[in-house]
């Protein structure tokens, strides 16, 4: 029997959803030609050119099942309660992932103060076992420490969930959550320093201000955490910049954490607290069987007792094709050029390969070294298809630690985290 995880719980709210008007958008989207005309407020020439069910690329987004979130788009959303929205892969090819195609992942409501942008009786408390406890305001967090600016991949341990079978409860993440952007801040260890922390620090939790979907004072959205060497690691940062801009509403703002290498949700938004603890975090999400990952291979459906399982901590090595996009035909002898990323939890990836005969031979590509630590990295290679008739391309990485991206989605587990089994697109050489 399946053990059911649910790392997105149902609201009981009569809030106004962000999908509203999402019928009436695919209504426009297969209506006939005078409805899309009037959709698009123009006349469509050609359009006795249009093949049939082809709908014009300003509605295919929204015909895709795609709808306009502020500040974002071409997302996908797979729930708005929370709001949770991944980036089709193809729109991932920017060496720095924009900030309105990266992805979202919420647990609860986004925070008043992060709408209004209202920093009032806004500061950064850092308590529990240190000998100086803090309250810092950006400001002062801003003055006290010195800067650094990264690109660090951001990735929910969920990505890949849709291709685990029987599926897992929850997001059903296909490759786009995952981003690379450009963040700006201080390291928490600097900050750590200063507040002391004491032998006896074992672990540090976070406290956000986003409410809880029941929104009950008492009841955190989410609030997990890293051991005290995870927190102190020379990349782990406080961040109140994303792309050379104040964070964005949706990712966090004023402040958030970020614990890259790890699942992003340990990386908490709208931080109002760091707390260390003397003892594992036991915060929301931290206990039961979320983000952690049976000790043992289980046959698929097998339920797993919360003891046998282990936190996820180093995300798998992982790689995308950015381009070209499935089903695409090229010219046979032409060359067919593809170009993506390559990530790892466990710092760089040392080698890249595609196939394009089912993984009887592999051809290198070429690879470029990380902006930084935790920053993707591009590869690309071009290749000439020997005949016609249709291809898969597979995409293989492989780290600095030897490990390589399995072929098939990797051992089943109750939460479907973790897949970095390799992306195939198809081609056909014509």
Known sequence: ????????????????????????????????????????????????????????????????????????????????????????????????????????????????????????GWSLTIDGEVNKPLQLTLDQLKKSYKHYTRALV????????????????????????????????????????DAGVKSSAVYIGYIGEDPHLSRLPNKDAISRGVP?????????????????????????????LICPGWPASTSGKWLKRIWVRDRVHDGTKMTGHSYRLPRYPVAPGTEVDEKDMDFIEEQPVKSIITNPATGMEV????????????????????????????????????????????????????????????YEIWARATDHTGRMQPMLVPGWNPGGYCNNAMQRIAIKAV
């Open 154 to 193: 951001l990735e929910c341990a969920g990505n890949g969930r849709a291709g685990y079978n029987p599926p897992a409860s929850g997001n059903q993440w296909t490759l786009g959550a995952v981003g690379c952007a450009l963040y700006t801040g201080v390291l928490l260890k600097d900050v750590l320093k």
């Open 331 to 390: 010219a046979l002898g032409q060359e067919l050029k593809l170009s993506g990323h390559a990530w790892s939890g466990f710092g760089d990836v040392t080698a890249m390969h595609v196939s394009y005969d089912f993984g009887a031979t592999w051809v290198k590509c070429t690879l470029d070294k990380p902006r930084n630590k935790y920053a993707w990295q591009n590869w690309n290679v071009a290749l000439k298809l020997p005949q016609r008739g249709y």
């Open 1 to 120: 029997m399946q053990n059911k995880i649910h790392d997105s719980e149902p609201d009981d709210t009569n809030e106004p959803s962000v999908l509203d008007g999402l019928n009436r958008r695919k209504f426009l989207a297969s209506g006939g030609l005078a409805t899309l005309a009037a959709a698009l407020g123009a006349p469509i020439p050609f359009a006795d050119k249009l093949a049939p069910g082809l709908v014009p690329e300003a509605l295919a987004a929204e015909a895709a099942g795609l709808t306009e979130i502020p500040g974002k788009r071409g997302l996908r959303i797979l729930g708005d309660r929370p709001l949770n929205a991944e980036t089709p892969v193809t729109l991932l090819h920017d060496d720095i992932t924009p900030t309105e195609h990266h992805f979202i992942r919420n647990n609860g409501h986004v925070p008043e103060r992060a709408e209004k942008k209202d920093l009032n």
């Open 228 to 256: 005290i060497a995870k927190a102190l690691d020379e990349n782990t940062m406080l961040v109140w910049e994303m792309n050379g801009e104040p964070l964005p509403t949706l990712h966090g703002w004023p402040l958030r």
